[in-house]
């Protein structure tokens, strides 16, 4: 599989992916800083929690109406007001004017067609995929996705303070522009299947009901938080404990050790050197998982993935924790697009908006568990986190490996017998 035999769709939306992921996250990484020198730490807590509710609020709405109206005309519009909305941001924090308060409300305004547009293009990029090529494309976009961060946060770094406005211009014309690349070159995927024509239009509630009540849906749902809660500890407890018991450790295990290391530049290391390993390795992982089965990878990826966040928390010694993302970043190249290909085969034609929608609800739930974790970690031991690690990786890998099963029992169903429609219920 080569990038140039995908679908022009998907081919359009990984370039869009890299322009717009760069701009979005030259920004909002710094959000936190910006409303907290202007309204103080508590009321910026609770404004990005209602940032966040807007997203999951358009989510839902977004995945309701893709699957009534089909993709393309609900990504050029959700786009366009993410474009607009920026505009006017921009102008309320430019030299000549500057206003918070307007700035959050149009930001909720920004989040809210932002979670519309999430689920849609999720669902689009679906709808022109198979199974057979799904791990080669989630890979490519999880490669494509770490690159723009990681220079966005370089460029978010050194622009945020003093080239606000230029940064909310650019947001602002890069939506615009994918907007306009998305109403011109992106066919509508979404063809609504013969059963679901013709039938009354539902409410929200009944057309979200028969996803909740997918138990195998749910099963990858939970498989998912408790494997991303992993992810979200690095900085959350582990954060906390490595500022705690590193002071000035040497970082490399011969000579004079180098230079010392503190809790927090120890977090920065890590986090460089998952994001530097995923853009050089993430080809040589996929080349040699490429005659795997699904179940030989996840066992694997996640099985070393858990251990290495299990060591996290009984070590901070420098280069053994740098060994140790070099294992987490590898169990997580591995799974990572395997799961993914597992959830594009989960929903049922008419309902992959929806159900990516609902998708959207384990990366909040994991920041959730996540931050637990820290309260957990001022009354449990170190070690004790580590078990509650190695359970949380296990009953992930658990589900998930239920999960792989369930689909494969499909695959061998004759076509009448599987789930036709939304309006199933799956076991």
Known sequence: MKFKDLHRNVQIRICM?????????AVFPYLAIYFAGRVGEVMTGLMLMAVVLSGLVGGLVGGFISDQIGRKQLMVWSEFGVGMVFIVIAFLNSPWYSETYGTFGLLLLSMLFGGVLGPTSQAMVLDVTTSENRRYVFTLMYWVNNVSMALAGMLGAFLFANYLFQLFLAVAALSILSAWITSRFIIETYKRPEQSKGKEKTSIWNNYKPVFQNKTFLAFLGAGVLIFALEEQLTNYLAVRFSEVMSA????????????????????????????LVVFIATFVTWMVRKWENKSILIVGITIYTIGYAVFTLTHTPWLLMVMMLLVTLGELMYYPVAQSMLGDLPPDDAKSSYMAVYEFTFYSATFVAGVGIMLGSVIPSFGMGILYVLFGATGLFLYLHVNEKLKEKETLPKAVQEPTQTSNSS
Do not use: K
């Open 17 to 25: 992916q890299f322009l717009t992921g760069f701009t979005m996250g």
């Open 249 to 276: 450790e040497p970082l490399l295990p011969f000579g004079n050790g180098g230079i010392g290391v503190d809790g927090t530049l120890m977090l920065g290391i890590l986090r460089t050197e998952n994001t530097v």
